[in-house]
């Protein structure tokens, strides 16, 4: 079957339509006015019926059977708990206008289905089809309504076709999680083995050669990286499906700061690392996390600067004392104005050092979530060519 045209019959404007729609396909194949006017008195008695007590009615005309033999179809479906029977007021006029007339219920699932056939006169082929598909396609609406109501219908198909990428979306995020969970697991057993063992050879140094000892500590360096991106994959996935664990404790600042300093200028030993403190300041935080969040900062600051660069850390007490501000500050790079509010979103990477310097750009958007679970902001400020500032807040009690 051909469907040419389809009306949904939700009130009486349809009723209009489906009436006006019926005659113009009658006129459009070339059936006499006789005709065409008893095919659409048919549907229009029918749809009066549907509309009366439903409003869920959809009305198809199509045109079924094969060269030389068509026949036009009315069919009409609708759902109702009330109970219909063939011999209704509506349905039994429209019979007695067009004698194929079928009525089918099942459960309260009704249709109807009338059809007339086409003469051979009419020399209906599978071109005058396509023709008559095309003509309803491209018609004019018929009034205000119909063109509302068309627009709803593509407004409504455009609604389904994205709620429909967002579910493939969603899928695809929710597997994508499934894998870096899965995948950090994985690696932190085998990362944990290989520090195991680097750490025992180096314990047995003197036993081996200079060169084996360079080696061993090339080895250690990058087992510690694998194994800081393990983590940072593990972290993104806990706050995919959840959230970061916590264990705060009150910390005292400066000496916190000092010492986290002292130890990654052990791991930069070609950066000088000024600290420049504020009034002392006890934290509620953990440890750890904050640990990360220092060795984030000034990873990047080191990575996305020149060797042998300085780097300032200040710390200052805000004006209602409520709050301490923690500043990385480089003399690297930098990083466009546009570019700074996207860099603590997840996976974001700049451009420009995508292929220059490595990461998954996993670091910022951890480390923004860890200081917003303390409380506190996380910013930034830069200057491209001059070097970038990254500051963020935490709440505090001071001694
Ligand atoms: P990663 O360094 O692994 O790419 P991050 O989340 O730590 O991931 O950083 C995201 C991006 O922000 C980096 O790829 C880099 O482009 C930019 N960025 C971060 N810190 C700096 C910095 N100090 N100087 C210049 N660019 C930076």
Redesign the pocket.
């Known amino acids: 079957m051909k469907e040419i045209i389809d009306i949904s019959l939700e009130n009486e404007m349809d009723l209009v339509l489906a009436h006006r729609r019926s005659l113009q396909v009658g006129e459009q194949l070339g059936l006499t006015v006789a005709t065409r006017t008893t095919f659409a008195t048919a549907v229009s008695e029918v749809a009066r019926t549907v509309i009366e007590y439903t409003d869920n009615g959809i009305l198809n005309i199509k045109i079924s059977g094969n060269f030389p033999r068509y026949s036009i179809h009315a069919i009409i479906v609708f759902n109702s708990d009330q109970l219909f029977k063939a011999t209704d007021e509506g349905f039994f006029y429209a019979k007695k206008l067009l004698p194929d007339f079928n009525f089918n219920a099942s459960g309260n699932s009704y249709t109807i289905d009338m059809g007339i056939g086409l003469p051979r006169s009419l020399k209906i082929d599978q071109q005058k089809l396509s023709f008559l598909k095309s003509f309803f396609n491209e018609v004019p609406p018929l009034n205000a309504y119909e063109e509302i109501k068309k627009k709803n219908n593509q407004l409504n198909i455009l609604t389904g076709e994205q709620e429909e990428e967002i579910k493939i979306r969603r899928d695809l995020d929710e597997k994508k999680s499934e894998f870096i969970s899965i995948a950090s697991h994985e690696l932190k057993t085998p990362i944990t083995v290989v520090k195991g063992y680097t750490q025992l050879l180096k314990l047995l140094k003197g036993q081996y050669s200079e060169k084996v000892g360079q080696v061993l500590e090339k080895l250690d360096v990058q087992a510690n990286k694998l194994s800081m991106l393990a983590q940072q994959l593990m972290d993104v996935s806990k706050m995919e499906n959840g959230y970061l664990q916590y264990d705060f404790v009150t910390i005292d600042l400066n000496s916190f700061i000092k010492e986290t300093v002292s130890i990654l200028s052990g791991v930069y030993p070609d950066t000088q690392i000024n600290i420049l403190f504020g009034q002392n300041c006890k934290v509620n935080g953990d440890q750890l996390r904050l640990e990360q969040v220092f060795t984030?900062?000034l990873g990047?600051?080191v990575?996305?600067?020149q060797k042998g660069t300085f780097i300032d850390v200040l710390t200052e007490l805000s004006e209602s004392k409520k709050e301490i501000r923690v500043t990385v500050k480089?003399h690297?790079?930098?990083?466009s104005k546009d570019?700074l509010d996207k860099?603590?979103n997840k996976f974001?990477?700049?451009e420009?050092?995508?292929k220059s310097?490595?990461?998954?750009?996993?670091?910022?958007?951890i480390?923004s979530k860890i200081v917003s679970d303390h409380g506190g902001k996380i910013w930034?400020e830069?200057v491209i060519g001059e070097?970038?500032s990254?500051s963020f807040t935490i709440p505090v009690h001071c001694l």
């Open positions: 984030n900062l990047n600051a990575k996305y600067s480089d690297g790079m930098g990083i570019e860099i603590f974001y990477r700049l420009e050092v995508s310097h490595p990461g998954l750009g996993m670091g910022l958007y480390t930034a830069s070097g970038s990254f």
